[in-house]
């Protein structure tokens, strides 16, 4: 996946990747038990799509928790609301598309019945 470049509130540039893959499962796995906690998980995951601010490049992939928690002071929160607000509309763009696919849609009826 490659790199986008969104505007955050302040009109910085923030370029942002989506966490995809071995990326995200790491993340997930040095979050550990705190993955599930929304705020966190949330503003975390937020952090870890953007790759620069104004120019300025963020780490590549947090290797520790420690680095995953740095990445609250390294990106602040305009740039983290910039980044989570495009995760959501990348996910509402794919919901979107799958809702108008020609994909065949579920039955009602049970084959062989």
């Known amino acids: 996946m490659s790199a986008e470049t969104i505007t ?14 071995s990326a995200l499962a790491r993340l997930t796995r040095l979050a ?3 993955f599930g906690e929304n705020a966190w998980t949330t503003g975390t995951l937020a ?8 120019g300025v490049p963020t780490p590549a992939e947090a290797r520790s928790v420690k680095e995953l928690d740095g990445l609250w002071d390294i990106v602040d929160p305009d740039a983290a609301e910039a980044a989570l607000k ?11 598309d799958a809702k108008n696919s020609i994909a065949p849609q579920d039955s009602c009826s049970a084959a062989g019945s």
Not at 8 to 21: F, H, L, M, N, S
Not at 47 to 54: D, L
Request: net charge positive; no cysteine.
């Open 47 to 54: 952090r870890a799509t953007v790759r620069s601010v104004a």
């Open 86 to 96: 495009w995760l959501i509309a990348k996910q509402e763009a794919v919901a979107t």
């Open 32 to 34: 550990g038990a705190s």
């Open 8 to 21: 955050d509130a302040k009109g910085r540039k923030i370029e942002v990747q989506e966490v995809v893959g």
